[in-house]
């Protein structure tokens, strides 16, 4: 029987594709419609859900809005501080979970940064991962061999250059949706959902080290 794991602020699912592949029976939570998630999914507050439902599960994945504390967000404290309500309902109900958001978010000291360099995808979107009781290994960003990596943000795909505040080139934005679902390793969502979507491999690798976890708990 596959264990059972609870993704809250799912979106369209890039998260809970890498569980799947770990072998996990995933349920989806969102506020907004997800008619593209891949597997089951409910709309619902995810802080109610989690109240409410979160013990029935193996594990829980949380991805709070991450607008709070990207540096792409102009004003953020127009937007809520999700994290800690989050965590706090995690540590009552006791089962292994991970937190993820961007760098720069109050995740704890040493969680885990990924980066699409690590698992040969067209993208860098490094992210932090904060598991609850289970260590994450983490690869080697091969930004060298990545070479220029591929920008997928914003409501449209366009072509533009990025740059850093030296004026010197970050990366190419992809220039079709096509090119944006190869450089994330996603083949299912719309413009909009990938520029909001982790990649399914980031999770797929924690997910692995997580079933080790459950297992050894499980002996």
Not at 154 to 159: L, M, S
Not at 187 to 200: F, G, N, R
């Amino acid at each position: 029987m596959k264990p059972r794991l609870l993704d809250l602020f799912c979106g369209a699912g890039g998260a809970a594709l890498g569980y799947h592949r770990a072998g996990f029976d995933v349920v989806g939570v969102d506020i907004a419609p997800q008619p593209n998630y891949p597997l089951k999914f409910m709309q619902g507050d995810a802080l109610d859900f989690l109240a409410d439902w979160g013990d029935q599960f193996d594990a829980i994945h949380a991805s709070p809005p991450c607008q709070r504390y990207s540096t792409m967000t102009a004003d953020p404290d127009r937007h809520p501080d999700l994290i800690e309500p989050v965590r706090e309902l995690l540590d009552d109900i006791g089962a292994p979970y991970i937190i993820e958001n961007v760098p720069g978010a109050p995740l704890a000291l040493g969680s885990a940064l990924l980066c699409g360099s690590m698992f040969g995808l067209g993208v860098r979107r490094h992210r932090l991962f904060e598991a609850s009781s289970f260590p994450i290994p983490t690869p080697e960003c091969r930004h060298a061999r990545q070479g220029t990596p591929v920008g997928v943000y914003g409501q449209h795909p366009d072509r533009r250059q990025h740059l850093r505040p030296d004026g010197t080139q970050r990366g190419t934005k992809a220039h079709s949706l096509d090119e944006g679902r190869r450089a994330m390793g996603i083949d299912w969502m719309t413009w909009p959902e990938l520029a909001e979507s982790i990649p399914p491999a980031y999770t797929e690798h924690v997910g692995w080290q997580l079933r080790h976890h459950l297992e050894r708990l499980a002996a």
